[in-house]
């Protein structure tokens, strides 16, 4: 085993992050970084430094964490996932959605907000499952308050929902999620290579994850979520992000660019 592939078992096994999911040169580019902030110049020597300092294996996690998120994240998907929320809200019946690896919970939150702005959407119809393997994220996508910062801008990641204020309180630099809001949101843990399939949903989103998993992983978590859908249901993945060609058969295109998918058929 070379030396860079010992840091990434000793990480896997002593620090918990399980960095055999992970794309290596993602892994690199964060580790390097580290490192450089560190002034160390080897993996050897960098594996040493982290079996001794707790606080520089506080700060690797913190570095190999990707919980980057926003409100309406690609403003352009948005304006299709409503055309798809009122068309599957349009019958009357009861619609399960799926936010699967939510970090923070604004996408979630998003789809949520959407139901309560677009009056063409009927938001007493809607149930939304958000989902993620951080216990950390989840508690603060539970408490849903979220701060504009120096490099976040809450209010702009709003703007593609028309009179935002309407729905989310804002204080300042505070902007507070209500309660009738998160009401339609639940909350769980659960990983997408381990846990189980969900049944009969009719959208699920699972955006900007995959880009940071390897190939290897990357199929069965969409196996995954495929199997979690029912037949007619949508599914949206990242702009940057491809299904691989076995489950593709599986599903019609109905917006090439924005990666927005209608499940067609069961492919075994
Ligand atoms: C970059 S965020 C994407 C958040 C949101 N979907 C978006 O597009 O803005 C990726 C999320 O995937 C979660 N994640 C990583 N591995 C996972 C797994 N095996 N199962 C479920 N979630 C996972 C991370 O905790 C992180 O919150």
Known sequence: MNSFDTLLSFIESELGFATSHYDSSYLDRRISSRMRRTGIETYDRYRQRLE????????????????????????????????????????????????????????????????FADSEIDETKIRITATDIDREVLAKARHGVYRSTRTTDIAEQLEPLDGYERFVQRDDTEFRVPDRVKRLVEFERHDLIHGRSKSDFDFVSCRNLFIYINAEHKLPMLQTITDSLRTGGYLVIGKTETLPDV?????????????????????E
């Open 52 to 115: 001794t300092d707790a606080d520089e294996r506080t700060a690797l996690l913190d570095a190999l964490s990707v919980n980057v998120t926003s409100f309406f994240r690609n403003p352009d998907v948005w304006a299709e996932v409503r055309r798809v929320l009122r068309s599957l809200t349009e019958s009357g019946r009861h619609v399960k959605l799926w936010s699967a690896a939510c970090s923070d919970g604004r996408e979630p939150y998003s789809l949520a907000l959407l139901a």
């Open 247 to 267: 489950l593709k058969e599986g599903y019609d295109s109905i917006d090439k660019r924005l990666r927005i998918y209608k499940k067609t058929i069961e492919v």
